[in-house]
């Protein structure tokens, strides 16, 4: 909140270049421009912390709440510089602008180099923060010596300019920087447009007012600014292929901006890399090495009974549909994909085609586009006793720890399951680590049995396929390390849990499986015991209104 009984100090009326209404005028547009800027920089912050770290909840908390902290201490601090408000106002904006326009590049940096973004997001978010909430007091202290008014009409503009800026700001970061410049340009357009407005209102409207000595160092310091910014600016491509080396290696063959993530692949055929990865947004998904024994482990136990017809809810890589297409008597298999760009991708790279056994080749599998929860949500719309079509149904996604799959591992994503079963159907779900995750691990089995589900949990061992390679590598390489401590085997494990409506489906392989690489009975009957050493009881399930999953 702003005091509204501030009053500008007693100073000599300025000697202007326009007339007061237009100066007026120019101080709000300035407002308004700042207050985008701003805006657009604590999304920035938000949007590449969730990216880096994950777990876009706490993200948004930590950035915002320390950014408003930080802007009350800015206005205090600003208190001091209200006797040379103009010149204080530049030097805020040109610094503001640099650390707002670099802050994508260093957080980005700070992952892909040391491993560890979460102290340099405090950083920014503290010191965004300070030089945003020095912004108002500086510009009321101008806006009164321009054109003398009441305090309170002073301020009701000046919040009027400033939230009208935040709008565009906000709206313009989603769908105009993000889209047609990507998270690092953006950010160094959004400093550009800070710094010039910040000091092209100094040096004009108030120029006449400053000594030479100021005048001289805004001028320089904005000049610096702006070549950072630039030199920045034309330097992105460069920085964004050494900062993909430094996280993926040199072996990266492919790297796309997909509508819904970015997608890299690594190694595999004709790469320099090793065997094939594919990253999705930053975190390992698929790894040649040993992706079997995940795939293996999630389809099969669950094809034990009829299941000529099978739903894939995520898994457009084509690896479980690799291995559910391996059953002659399926008749169809459903996939139920987000991203159309991860299964182009399936479908033409050679290496990864080759990987999935060319799945999307076979005319038994058919591809729909769209959100998991949206798609049950709109082929189950009917009674909750009808029963669907499919006698298998396979949720292949990501972690539940990831805020945003939060929705896919609810309550009523799983009531939505039950009802496109089959009579006597069974639903396999990738649960994450019950070694290294527990909570969440056994989260997901009560959610499932609150939904009407019985269940029986077991386990694989693997590497660290959701999170160990994921870009804030630090904190997962530790989290790998505990999962080895508590004998997960390997670095990590996958925990799955196989249910069905009703009572707890048997977890054994199929008479008819095919030969498998990496699962036999005693290999299950072990993963069943590993899974129930971890057992947590008496967890509450989790919902679209309570999600109970830590990132």
Request: overall charge neutral.
């Amino acid at each position: 909140m702003i005091d509204q009984s501030v009053v500008a100090p007693a100073e000599s009326a300025p000697r202007l270049p326009v007339r007061p209404s237009a100066g007026r005028f120019l101080i709000l547009a300035v407002v308004f421009v700042c207050a985008a800027c701003g805006l657009v920089y604590e999304l920035e912050l938000v949007a590449l912390a969730t990216y880096l770290i994950g777990d876009s909840v706490t993200q948004a908390s930590v950035v915002l709440s320390l950014m408003v902290f930080a802007m009350g201490l800015g206005s205090l601090l600003a208190k001091r510089l209200r006797c040379r408000a103009a010149v204080g106002f530049g030097l805020v904006e040109a610094a503001l602008a640099l650390l707002g326009g670099c802050s994508a590049m260093v957080l980005y940096a700070t992952f892909a180099w040391m491993g560890e973004s979460r102290y340099a997001l405090i950083g920014f978010s503290l010191s965004i923060g300070i030089l945003i909430g020095a912004e108002i007091p500086l510009l009321m202290t101008l806006i009164q010596r321009v054109s003398r008014q009441d305090a309170g009409g002073t301020v009701a503009d000046l919040f009027a300019a400033d939230y009208v800026g935040a709008l565009v700001g906000g709206l313009a970061f989603p769908f105009l920087l993000l889209p047609w410049f990507g998270q690092l340009t953006g950010a160094l357009l959004t400093g550009g447009v800070n710094v010039v407005a910040g000091g092209a209102l100094v040096l004009w409207v108030f120029g006449r007012d400053l000594t030479g000595r100021e005048r001289g160092l805004l001028l320089l310091v904005n000049v610096l600014v702006l070549t950072v910014l630039g030199v920045a600016a034309v330097m992105v491509d460069d920085f964004e292929r050494a900062a993909r080396r430094a996280v993926y290696g040199d072996g990266v063959r492919v790297a796309v901006q997909t509508d819904v993530q970015e997608v890299v692949l690594t190694g595999g055929r004709g790469g320099r890399g090793g065997p094939l990865k594919l990253y999705l947004d930053g975190r390992l998904r698929v790894s040649e090495r040993d992706e079997f024994r995940y795939h293996e482990a999630l389809v099969h136990p669950a094809m034990s009974g009829r299941h000529e017809r099978v739903l894939l809810l995520g898994g457009g890589d084509g690896l479980a549909a690799r291995e559910v297409l391996r059953y002659p008597d399926v008749r169809s298999v459903t996939l139920v994909e987000l991203d159309p760009g991860v299964a182009r991708l399936a479908r033409t790279d050679p290496a990864l085609a080759e990987l999935n056994g060319h799945a999307y080749d076979d005319p038994r599998l058919r591809v729909e586009y769209g959100d998991a929860f949206a798609w049950l949500r709109g082929r189950g719309s009917g009674s909750a006793t009808e029963r669907g079509p499919y006698d298998v149904v396979i949720s292949d996604l990501p972690n539940p720890g990831i805020t945003p799959s939060a929705k896919l591992y609810s309550e009523e994503f799983y009531g939505l399951a039950s009802r496109v079963l089959a009579e006597g159907g069974r639903l396999a779900v990738h649960a994450g680590p019950p070694a290294v995750r527990p909570r969440t691990y056994w989260t997901v089995d009560a959610t499932l049995r609150a939904a009407g589900f019985g269940t029986s949990p077991y386990s694989a061992t693997g590497r660290a396929a959701g999170f160990g390679a994921g870009p804030d590598r630090a904190h997962d390489e530790k989290n790998a390390d505990e999962g080895e401590a508590a004998g997960a085997g390997t670095r990590a494990d996958w925990g799955f849990v196989l249910a069905a409506v009703g009572r707890p489906p048997g977890v054994r392989l199929p008479p008819d499986a095919p030969r498998l690489r990496s699962l036999a009975a005693p290999v299950l009957e072990a993963g069943v015991l590993g899974a129930e050493r971890t057992r947590l009881r008496d967890l509450p399930p989790s919902t679209l209104v309570h999600p109970r999953y830590a990132g």
